[in-house]
C-alpha cells in the first residue's frame, strides 16, 4: 500500500516536472494523443499480416528481387524439411545398427541427401541474404518517401493539431524500423518451415508428441510477445522526453545558439533540463524492464516445466516400449529441431512484431494525412495567370486547438499593381492573414477569393505558382546561390534573371564577395560552404521571392535585419516591382508604410484602419501613435557633443 502511493506521488512528481519542462517544446497536448493500438486479437492476427505487408513492400520495391528470394526461401524450406527428414532416417538406420551393424549401410543414402541439402540450403542462404540485402535498404526508403510526401502534401493545419509531432516521431521510427523487416520475415519463415518439418517426422512417430510441443511453447511464446508489448508501449510513452533529450542536444551544441549557450551562461538550467528528462526515461524504460523480466521468467517457467513433460512422456514412451530406442532417437532430435525453430519462431516474431508496431505507426501517419491532403480537401480549378485582385471576405481564423479566433471578420483586398502595407503590434494577427492570402490556411469562416474563386475551389499547385513570399522565418537551405535563389525553377533566361532579382533585393553586392560567385555553396558545415549573414540571407530570400516572378508578391518584415542602404534599394524599387503584380507588405517600420498604396492596420485579429500614409498619419488612431513613437527617438543620453567625431584616414 505503501509502496502504491510513493509510486503514484512518484507519477504525479513526474508528470508535474514534465509538462513543466515541455513547455518550451510541446505546449498542451496529453500522452492520449500517443497511438496505441494494441489488444490481445490484434496481436494475434498481426504477425500473418506483417510477414504479408514486408513481401508486399519487398514486391513494390523490386518485383524481380522479391520473386526470387520468395522462391529461394519456399526452395529453402523445403529443403530444410528434406533434410530433417534424412537426418531421422540415417539417425534411425544407426541406432539400429547398435543391434544390427548390417543397417548401417542403409544410412548412406540419407547421409548423401542430408550432404547435399545442406549444402544447396547454403548456397541460396547466400542469395537470400544478398537479396535481403539489396531489398530492406529499398524498403526502407519506399516507407520513408510515402511518409514524406504524405507530410509535405498535408494541409498545413495538421501541422498545428495536438499530437502532431508525437505521431511524426512515432513514424519516423517505422522508417527506421522498416530496414529490418525484411531480415526478420526471412527468419520467422525459415523457422516456421523447420518447425513444419518436424512437425511432421513426430506426428508420424507419435502424434500426441506434437500438441504437447507446441503447449511446451505457448507460455514463452505469449510472453515474448507481451515483453514486446511493454517495451513499445514505454518507449512511445517517452517520446516526448526524448525529443526533449534530442532538442536539448541539437540546440545546445548547435552554432546558431552557440554564442547565447556561452553569454547566458545558461548550460546549467539546459543540463538540469536534460538531466530531469534522461531520469524520467530511465524510471519508465527501468519499469518496463522490471515488467518484462517479470513476465519472462513467468514464461519461461512454464515452459520448463512443460519441457519436462514433454521429455518425461518420451521417457515413458520408450520405456513401456511403445516406441522403439531408434524411434525415440529420431523424436528427440525432431524434438530439438522444433523446439529450435520455435524458439527462433518466437525471438524473430517478437522483433518483427516490434517493427511492426512502429511501420503501423508510419502506416498511420501517411493514412491519416491523406485524409488532410490538400488535393482531398481543396478542388481542381487552375490558377492560369497572376491574379487581377484577391480578397478577404468576411474571414475569421482559429489555429487548431486555439479557443480564440486569430483574425475576426477581416474583409481586404489587394489588386495587381498595388502596394498594400499591413501594420499592427506583435501577435495581431498580421502573418495568419498572409498565411490565409497565399491559401497556405483555409479559412474558419468567410471566404478568400482570388479573382472570384475560393481558395478551397482552387488547385494549389496553380495557387502556389503565382504566389511569392518572403516569410519572416525564410529557408536557408544548404545549396548554392543560384539554386537558393530559383529553387530548382529557373527562367527562361538563367542567371541573368537571378541577377536581375539580386540587383533589386541587394543580394548583388553579397554574390560578387562570393569566391565562387553564384556557385557558391551556402552551408558552412559542408566542405568549401560558406556563411552569411542575418541580413545577407534575408536579401537572398528577397531575391528569391522576386525571381520567381509570381503574381502576389507577400513580404513579412523583409528587411527587418538589412542595413538602411538595403533596405532604401529595396523600397525604392518596390513600385517598379508591383508595376504587374499585388504587393502586400508586413512590417513594423511604419516609415516604410510610405511606399504603400493603401495601409490596413490590424489589432487582436480586426482590421481597425485603412487609407493612405498620409491619411492616416493625420488622423488620431494607431498608426498615427506608432509613426510618432517611432519618430520620438530622443532618449536620455550623456552630452557628447564636446567629443570630436572620429573617421577613418
Ligand atoms: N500555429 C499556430 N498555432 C496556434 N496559434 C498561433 C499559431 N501561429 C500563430 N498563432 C497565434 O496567432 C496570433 C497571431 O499570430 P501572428 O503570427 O499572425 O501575429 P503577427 O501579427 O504576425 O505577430 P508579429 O508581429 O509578432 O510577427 C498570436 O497570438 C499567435 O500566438
Same mark, same amino acid.
Given at each position: 500500500?505503501?509502496?502504491?502511493?510513493?509510486?503514484?506521488?512518484?507519477?504525479?512528481?513526474?508528470?508535474?516536472?514534465?509538462?513543466?519542462?515541455?513547455?518550451?517544446?510541446?505546449?498542451?497536448?496529453?500522452?492520449?494523443?500517443?497511438?496505441?493500438?494494441?489488444?490481445?486479437?490484434?496481436?494475434?492476427?498481426? @504477425?500473418?499480416?506483417?510477414?504479408?505487408?514486408?513481401?508486399?513492400?519487398?514486391?513494390?520495391?523490386?518485383?524481380?528481387?522479391?520473386?526470387?528470394?520468395?522462391?529461394?526461401?519456399?526452395?529453402?524450406?523445403?529443403?530444410?524439411?528434406?533434410?530433417?527428414?534424412?537426418?531421422?532416417?540415417?539417425?534411425?538406420?544407426?541406432?539400429?545398427?547398435?543391434?544390427?551393424?548390417?543397417?548401417?549401410?542403409?544410412?548412406?543414402?540419407?547421409?548423401?541427401?542430408?550432404?547435399?541439402?545442406?549444402?544447396?540450403?547454403?548456397?541460396?542462404?547466400?542469395?537470400?541474404?544478398?537479396?535481403?540485402?539489396?531489398?530492406?535498404?529499398?524498403?526502407?526508403?519506399?516507407?520513408?518517401?510515402?511518409?514524406?510526401?504524405?507530410?509535405?502534401?498535408?494541409?498545413?493545419?495538421?501541422?498545428?493539431?495536438?499530437?502532431?509531432?508525437?505521431?511524426?516521431?512515432?513514424?519516423?521510427?517505422?522508417?527506421?524500423?522498416?530496414?529490418?523487416?525484411?531480415?526478420?520475415?526471412?527468419?520467422?519463415?525459415?523457422?516456421?518451415?523447420?518447425?513444419?518439418?518436424?512437425?511432421?517426422?513426430?506426428?508420424? @512417430?507419435?502424434?500426441?508428441?506434437?500438441?504437447?510441443?507446441?503447449?511446451?511453447?505457448?507460455?514463452?511464446? %505469449?510472453? %515474448?510477445?507481451?515483453?514486446?508489448?511493454?517495451?513499445?508501449?514505454?518507449?512511445?510513452?517517452?517520446?516526448?522526453?526524448?525529443?526533449?533529450?534530442?532538442?536539448?542536444?541539437?540546440?545546445?551544441?548547435?552554432?546558431?545558439?552557440?554564442?547565447?549557450?556561452?553569454?547566458?551562461?545558461?548550460?546549467?538550467?539546459?543540463?538540469?533540463?536534460?538531466?530531469?528528462?534522461?531520469?524520467?526515461?530511465?524510471?519508465?524504460?527501468?519499469?518496463?524492464?522490471?515488467?518484462?523480466?517479470?513476465?519472462?521468467?513467468?514464461?519461461?517457467?512454464?515452459?520448463?516445466?512443460?519441457?519436462?513433460?514433454?521429455?518425461?512422456?518420451?521417457?515413458?514412451?520408450?520405456?513401456?516400449?511403445?516406441?522403439?530406442?531408434?524411434?525415440?532417437?529420431? %523424436?528427440?532430435?525432431?524434438?530439438?529441431?522444433?523446439?529450435?525453430?520455435?524458439?527462433?519462431?518466437?525471438?524473430?516474431?517478437?522483433?518483427?512484431?516490434?517493427?511492426?508496431?512502429?511501420?503501423?505507426?508510419?502506416?498511420?501517419?501517411?493514412?491519416?494525412?491523406?485524409?488532410?491532403?490538400?488535393?482531398?480537401?481543396?478542388?481542381?480549378?487552375?490558377?492560369?495567370?497572376?491574379?487581377?485582385?484577391?480578397?478577404?471576405?468576411?474571414?475569421?481564423?482559429?489555429?487548431?486547438?486555439?479557443?480564440?479566433?486569430?483574425?475576426?471578420?477581416?474583409?481586404?483586398?489587394?489588386?495587381?499593381?498595388?502596394?498594400?502595407?499591413?501594420?499592427?503590434?506583435?501577435?495581431?494577427?498580421?502573418?495568419?492573414?498572409?498565411?490565409?492570402?497565399?491559401?497556405?490556411?483555409?479559412?474558419?469562416?468567410?471566404?478568400?477569393?482570388?479573382?472570384?474563386?475560393?481558395?478551397?475551389?482552387?488547385?494549389?499547385?496553380?495557387?502556389?505558382?503565382?504566389?511569392?513570399?518572403?516569410?519572416?522565418?525564410?529557408?536557408?537551405?544548404?545549396?548554392?546561390?543560384?539554386?537558393?535563389?530559383?529553387?530548382?525553377?529557373?527562367?527562361?533566361?538563367?542567371?541573368? %534573371?537571378?541577377?536581375?532579382?539580386?540587383?533589386?533585393?541587394?543580394?548583388?553586392?553579397?554574390?560578387?564577395?562570393?569566391?565562387?560567385?553564384?556557385?557558391?555553396?551556402?552551408?558552412?558545415?559542408?566542405?568549401?560552404?560558406?556563411?552569411?549573414?542575418?541580413?545577407?540571407?534575408?536579401?537572398?530570400?528577397?531575391?528569391?521571392?522576386?525571381?520567381?516572378?509570381?503574381?502576389?508578391?507577400?513580404?513579412?518584415?523583409?528587411?527587418?535585419?538589412?542595413?538602411?542602404?538595403?533596405?532604401?534599394?529595396?523600397?525604392?524599387?518596390?513600385?517598379?516591382?508591383?508595376?504587374?503584380?499585388?504587393?502586400?507588405?508586413?512590417?513594423?517600420?511604419?516609415?516604410?508604410?510610405?511606399?504603400?498604396?493603401?495601409?490596413?492596420?490590424?489589432?487582436?485579429?480586426?482590421?481597425?484602419?485603412?487609407?493612405?500614409?498620409?491619411?492616416?498619419?493625420?488622423?488620431?488612431?494607431?498608426?498615427?501613435?506608432?509613426?510618432?513613437?517611432?519618430?520620438?527617438?530622443?532618449?536620455?543620453?550623456?552630452?557628447?557633443?564636446?567629443?570630436?567625431?572620429?573617421?577613418?584616414?
Amino acid at each position: 500500500m505503501a509502496e502504491d502511493s510513493t509510486t503514484a506521488e512518484q507519477q504525479d512528481t513526474d508528470e508535474q516536472e514534465q509538462s513543466e519542462d515541455l513547455k518550451w517544446v510541446h505546449p498542451g497536448g496529453d500522452s492520449d494523443d500517443i497511438p496505441t493500438v494494441l489488444n490481445g486479437r490484434d496481436m494475434r492476427r498481426r @504477425l500473418p499480416r506483417l510477414v504479408h505487408h514486408t513481401f508486399a513492400l519487398a514486391w513494390q520495391v523490386d518485383p524481380r528481387s522479391a520473386l526470387v528470394l520468395i522462391v529461394c526461401q519456399v526452395v529453402s524450406g523445403l529443403l530444410s524439411a528434406l533434410g530433417l527428414f534424412a537426418t531421422t532416417r540415417a539417425l534411425s538406420s544407426v541406432i539400429q545398427a547398435a543391434t544390427d551393424p548390417s543397417r548401417l549401410d542403409s544410412a548412406l543414402p540419407s547421409v548423401l541427401v542430408l550432404t547435399a541439402a545442406a549444402g544447396l540450403r547454403a548456397l541460396l542462404g547466400i542469395v537470400i541474404q544478398a537479396l535481403s540485402q539489396r531489398l530492406s535498404p529499398r524498403i526502407q526508403r519506399e516507407v520513408g518517401t510515402r511518409l514524406l510526401l504524405a507530410g509535405v502534401r498535408t494541409e498545413m493545419s495538421s501541422y498545428d493539431a495536438d499530437g502532431f509531432s508525437d505521431r511524426y516521431n512515432a513514424a519516423e521510427r517505422g522508417v527506421d524500423q522498416a530496414q529490418q523487416a525484411l531480415g526478420q520475415t526471412q527468419n520467422l519463415v525459415s523457422s516456421l518451415a523447420t518447425l513444419v518439418a518436424a512437425s511432421v517426422v513426430l506426428a508420424a @512417430l507419435y502424434p500426441p508428441l506434437l500438441p504437447l510441443l507446441l503447449l511446451a511453447a505457448l507460455p514463452q511464446a %505469449a510472453t %515474448a510477445l507481451k515483453g514486446e508489448r511493454i517495451t513499445y508501449v514505454a518507449t512511445v510513452a517517452t517520446f516526448r522526453d526524448r525529443r526533449v533529450l534530442y532538442l536539448l542536444r541539437w540546440t545546445m551544441v548547435a552554432k546558431d545558439a552557440a554564442d547565447q549557450i556561452r553569454t547566458d551562461t545558461i548550460t546549467p538550467h539546459l543540463m538540469g533540463k536534460y538531466q530531469s528528462a534522461g531520469d524520467r526515461v530511465d524510471r519508465t524504460t527501468d519499469q518496463a524492464a522490471w515488467q518484462r523480466a517479470k513476465i519472462t521468467l513467468y514464461g519461461a517457467a512454464a515452459s520448463g516445466i512443460a519441457s519436462g513433460v514433454l521429455w518425461a512422456a518420451v521417457w515413458v514412451l520408450l520405456d513401456t516400449g511403445r516406441i522403439s530406442a531408434a524411434a525415440a532417437g529420431t %523424436a528427440i532430435f525432431a524434438l530439438r529441431s522444433a523446439s529450435t525453430s520455435l524458439q527462433g519462431i518466437i525471438g524473430y516474431g517478437s522483433q518483427l512484431l516490434r517493427s511492426g508496431f512502429y511501420m503501423d505507426d508510419a502506416d498511420r501517419f501517411v493514412k491519416e494525412a491523406e485524409q488532410q491532403q490538400i488535393r482531398v480537401v481543396r478542388g481542381t480549378t487552375a490558377i492560369t495567370g497572376p491574379p487581377e485582385r484577391i480578397e478577404l471576405r468576411g474571414v475569421s481564423f482559429s489555429y487548431p486547438g486555439s479557443e480564440e479566433p486569430t483574425l475576426r471578420d477581416v474583409d481586404f483586398e489587394v489588386r495587381r499593381g498595388e502596394i498594400v502595407a499591413v501594420v499592427g503590434v506583435n501577435g495581431s494577427g498580421k502573418t495568419t492573414l498572409m498565411k490565409l492570402l497565399c491559401g497556405l490556411n483555409l479559412p474558419t469562416q468567410g471566404e478568400v477569393l482570388w479573382d472570384g474563386v475560393s481558395v478551397r475551389d482552387l488547385d494549389a499547385d496553380t495557387l502556389w505558382r503565382e504566389c511569392s513570399v518572403v516569410p519572416q522565418e525564410f529557408a536557408r537551405w544548404p545549396m548554392n546561390v543560384r539554386e537558393n535563389v530559383t529553387l530548382g525553377q529557373p527562367q527562361p533566361d538563367g542567371d541573368a %534573371a537571378v541577377m536581375r532579382a539580386a540587383a533589386a533585393s541587394s543580394a548583388d553586392d553579397v554574390i560578387t564577395t562570393l569566391r565562387s560567385g553564384l556557385d557558391t555553396l551556402l552551408a558552412r558545415e559542408m566542405w568549401g560552404g560558406v556563411a552569411l549573414s542575418s541580413g545577407q540571407w534575408q536579401r537572398l530570400a528577397v531575391a528569391r521571392a522576386l525571381h520567381r516572378g509570381a503574381g502576389l508578391l507577400v513580404m513579412d518584415e523583409p528587411t527587418s535585419d538589412l542595413d538602411p542602404h538595403a533596405e532604401h534599394r529595396i523600397f525604392n524599387g518596390l513600385r517598379e516591382i508591383a508595376r504587374n503584380r499585388a504587393v502586400v507588405l508586413v512590417t513594423h517600420n511604419v516609415g516604410n508604410t510610405a511606399a504603400a498604396d493603401r495601409i490596413v492596420v490590424l489589432s487582436s485579429g480586426r482590421i481597425v484602419q485603412e487609407g493612405t500614409f498620409t491619411q492616416l498619419t493625420a488622423a488620431q488612431g494607431p498608426l498615427r501613435d506608432m509613426w510618432l513613437l517611432s519618430q520620438n527617438r530622443s532618449f536620455p543620453t550623456q552630452n557628447h557633443e564636446q567629443e570630436p567625431v572620429k573617421h577613418a584616414p
